[in-house]
């Protein structure tokens, strides 16, 4: 993440301006868009954050890309900005950043599930309601796959971690082992 200040100041500015004229959630999905259309076409990508580029060749780039897309005026003027202040390489966290956003005003919560191994939709349909019901929130999950788990999973939701692992278990047990809780 690029200097974890930056993304969040330009995230909050837009947001503050979309929740002014009501079209923040627009202003996500072009964000997000236009993150997306980076990724696919890394050239572009390259030459708009290229420093060795002018900024006015950069901005003629830009220009060509925006003005055949539907994003609103002043998300064009963001992307603008971000390339006159030489953060355009910023984006791709500028728009985590207003996606995490988006869903505190929405009410709904991140969650990380770490698991050892792949698990079925009807699994991840049932840690969503608990989840739910944990935080009074709708959850959006996101699963990941650690082999060194071993079994069971871990929730990580902001500075919460659920730790249900086996991993965990066995050090656990090795804790309680050298404490010479067990004899």
Excluded: H, W
């Excluded at 950069?58 to 002043?74: I, M, Y």
């Excluded at 355009?88 to 728009?95: F, M, N, P, Q, Y």
């Excluded at 009807?122 to 959006?140: G, I, P, W």
């Amino acid at each position: 993440m690029i200097g974890s200040k930056i993304p969040r100041r330009y995230a909050k500015a837009l947001l503050s301006l979309g929740q002014e004229d009501g079209q923040y959630m627009e202003y996500g999905q072009n964000l997000q868009e236009f993150t997306s259309f980076c990724s696919v076409n890394t050239e572009f990508y390259q030459v708009v954050s290229n420093r060795l580029f002018s900024v006015e060749e950069r901005k003629k780039v830009l220009d060509v890309a925006l003005n055949r897309s539907p994003f609103s005026n002043v998300v064009k003027n963001f992307l603008r900005l971000l390339l006159d202040k030489n953060r355009i390489r910023a984006v791709e966290d500028i728009t985590d950043y207003y996606s995490k956003l988006m869903d505190e005003i929405s009410g709904i919560t991140r969650a990380t599930i770490i698991t050892a191994r792949p698990i079925k939709q009807e699994s991840v349909d049932k840690l969503e309601n608990a989840l739910k019901r944990f935080t009074s929130k709708d959850a959006k999950i996101e699963i990941e796959e650690d082999k060194s788990l071993i079994g069971g999973l871990i929730v990580k939701m902001g500075d919460l971690v659920l730790d249900g692992s086996v991993r965990a278990q066995i050090e656990g047990l090795k804790e309680s082992f050298k404490r010479g809780e067990y004899s």
